[in-house]
């Protein structure tokens, strides 16, 4: 069965680093373009970043541009994020994305992993 599970997540300091991992199963990820949510306590969840199936084009929502790096490695199944110069507003549980184009679009979810930005 198709699974993602996202690590590297934790509690870093303002200005800090981290990067996550997405590790897929079950699934040909070069068939998917993958994104990374989060989602902060008390807020809908929202689109952090995205990368295309080929891995040709990124997307970033506004406030992580110039901070935040998506990248994926199709041969491994994995898919990353690298985050510089965290924030208190970076707080949130990051989940992993896994979307498909066919007759129809179909989604994967793992099942996140928090980030937690604080002294």
């Known amino acids: 069965q198709v699974q993602l599970v996202e690590s590297g997540g934790g509690l870093v300091q303002p200005g800090g680093s981290l990067r996550l991992s997405c590790a897929a199963s079950?699934?040909?990820?070069?068939?998917?373009?993958m994104s990374w949510y989060r989602q902060a306590p008390g807020e809908e969840r929202e689109l952090v970043a995205t990368?295309?199936?080929?891995?040709?084009?990124?997307n970033y929502i506004d406030s992580v541009k110039g901070r935040f790096t998506i990248s994926r490695d199709n041969a491994k199944n994995t898919v990353a994020l690298q985050m510089n110069s965290l924030n208190s507003e970076d707080t949130a549980v990051y989940y992993c994305?896994?979307?498909?184009?066919?007759?129809?679009?179909?989604?994967?979810w793992g099942r996140g992993t928090q980030v937690t930005v604080s002294s």
């Open positions: 994305n896994g979307r498909h184009f066919n007759y129809k679009v179909i989604d994967y």
């Open positions: 079950g699934l040909v990820l070069s068939a998917f373009d």
């Open positions: 990368i295309t199936r080929d891995g040709n084009s990124t």
